[in-house]
T-cell receptor, first 115, second 111 residues
Framework: NAGVMQNPRHLVRRRGQEARLRCSPM?????VYWYRQLPEEGLKFMVY????????ESGMPKERFSAEFPKEGPSILRIQQVVRGDSAAYFC?????????????FGPGTRLTVT | GEDVEQSLFLSVREGDSSVINCTYT??????LYWYKQEPGAGLQLLTY?????DMKQDQRLTVLLNKKDKHLSLRIADTQTGDSAIYFC???????????FGSGTRLSIRP
């Protein structure tokens, strides 16, 4: 039973380019959460999605960041026109249902480096 | 706003008990968690406790919650080298969807 999968594991982008991070939830899970971890810090909540629906995006920066979880395929976190301050580890988590949001299983993360 | 605080470092001798402490500010916290992160890896949920409990034990792990003081601790008995990691304290409200994390405590084990 595969866990939460994220790819790529490492991503290098130049300033101004776009970054696309993918997350496939655990089998049977329909709820996805994205978190960002800056160096030497804890994780910060960004967005919570159900398939085809954004439930809570209160942690998303107002510009350049967007997230989706289509009916088919992985959840995508998209960062446009990346800047050095976007360099971080981005973690995805999934849960089986909204009622069980306290059971969030995390993926291995994507480490984004902006040069 | 919500905040979770924990000390940055802890060093213990192999075989001793480790106690990692955490305080939080949100009085409406419903779930409190301990996660483990090994170098270059994602987070592993070690255990969680509901706010109406004051203790939870799971093999070598014991979680104590003092709701009045908003204080959470994780005790690891018989600490082993494989326990070296960063331990994150976290909390969430009743909806649980948005988890608030502390900055992590780096546990190192000395022989």
């Amino acid at each position: 039973n595969a866990g939460v999968m994220q790819n790529p594991r490492h991503l290098v982008r130049r300033r101004g380019q776009e970054a696309r991070l993918r997350c496939s939830p655990m089998k049977g899970h329909s709820h996805v959460y994205w978190y960002r971890q800056l160096p030497e810090e804890g994780l910060k909540f960004m967005v919570y999605l159900q398939k085809e629906n954004i439930i809570d995006e209160s942690g998303m920066p107002k510009e350049r960041f967007s997230a989706e979880f289509p009916k088919e395929g992985p959840s995508i976190l998209r960062i446009q026109q990346v800047v050095r301050g976007d360099s971080a580890a981005y973690f995805c988590a999934s849960s089986p249902s909204r009622d069980r949001s306290y059971e969030q299983y995390f993926g291995p993360g994507t480490r984004l480096t902006v040069t | 706003g919500e905040d979770v605080e924990q000390s940055l470092f802890l060093s213990v001798r192999e075989g001793d008990s480790s106690v990692i402490n955490c305080t939080y500010t949100d009085s409406s916290s419903t779930y409190l968690y301990w996660y483990k992160q090994e170098p270059g890896a994602g987070l592993q949920l070690l255990t969680y406790i509901f706010s109406n409990m004051d203790m939870k034990q799971d093999q070598r792990l014991t979680v104590l919650l003092n709701k009045k003081d908003k204080h959470l601790s994780l005790r690891i008995a018989d600490t082993q080298t494989g326990d070296s990691a960063i331990y994150f304290c976290a909390e969430s409200g009743s909806s649980a969807s948005k988890i608030i994390f502390g900055s992590g405590t780096r546990l190192s084990i000395r022989p």
